[in-house]
T-cell receptor
Framework: GALVYQYPRRTICKSGTSMRMECQAV??????VAWYRQSPQKTFELIAL?????????EQNFTQEKFPISHPNLSFSSMTVLNAYLEDRGLYLC?????????FGHGTKLSVL | QQKVQQSPESLSVPEGGMASLNCTSS?????YFWWYRQHSGEGPKALM?????GDKKEGRFTAHLNKASLHVSLHIRDSQPSDSALYFC?????????FGAGTRLAVCP
């Protein structure tokens, strides 16, 4: 079956520091990867949509300078949250597209002290 | 205004009952709709998609789409305690998925 692994599952970082999260698609080839942030209130924000060998498209209010994404192949993507502050808290979800649907991992929960 | 609006915010149904969740979009660029379910501590999992007018049934789950009004619903018959979760409606346009704010369903034994 199609699975998406994300790691770490949770992380705590000091305000102003950075953290990297990784996403691995298993059992299928992900034609694209969408990174979302789910707020503590459970609402979703799309950060960026990444397709292998194409430019990564960031949504309004999200930039490559703050959330650099690497997507080297059809099964792996990573995103870094640079200079994390309180407003960056949330559950970061990687959605890998396969078979016309987005498969999500468990997410990486980011807490900022 | 959110492009995908869901109602109600929360819903409680007895075990074996019918749960009905609603979703309305304000953007006619959306090509099809998904329902996702998220249990506590997990990522969302796709339940079903619908892009044609009318009903689509998968087991205990039935989705209904009215393209004219951009309204989609999800009906869960014979609800089970394991159905208790957050349910998200998501609309798809140009390879991008936009989520609603979710409906929290509680199925009481």
């Amino acid at each position: 079956g199609a699975l998406v692994y994300q790691y770490p599952r949770r992380t705590i970082c000091k305000s102003g520091t950075s953290m990297r999260m990784e996403c691995q698609a298993v059992g299928f080839q992900a034609t694209s990867v969408a990174w979302y942030r789910q707020s503590p209130q459970k609402t979703f924000e799309l950060i960026a949509l990444s397709t292998v060998n194409s430019a990564i498209k960031y949504e309004q209010n999200f930039t490559q300078e703050k959330f650099p994404i690497s997507h080297p192949n059809l099964s792996f993507s990573s995103m870094t949250v640079l200079n994390a502050y309180l407003e960056d808290r949330g559950l970061y979800l990687c959605g890998a597209r396969g078979d016309e649907r987005l498969f999500f991992g468990h997410g990486t929960k980011l807490s900022v002290l | 205004q959110q492009k995908v609006q869901q109602s109600p915010e929360s819903l409680s149904v007895p075990e074996g009952g019918m749960a009905s969740l609603n979703c309305t979009s304000s953007d006619r660029n959306f090509q099809y709709f998904w329902w996702y379910r998220q249990h506590s501590g997990e990522g969302p999992k796709a339940l079903m998609s619908i892009f044609s007018d009318g009903d689509k049934k998968e087991g205990r789950f039935t989705a209904h789409l009215n393209k004219a009004s951009l309204h989609v619903s999800l009906h869960i018959r014979d609800s089970q305690p394991s159905d208790s979760a957050l349910y998200f409606c998501a609309a798809s346009s140009f390879n991008k998925l936009t989520f609603g704010a979710g409906t929290r369903l509680a199925v009481c034994p």
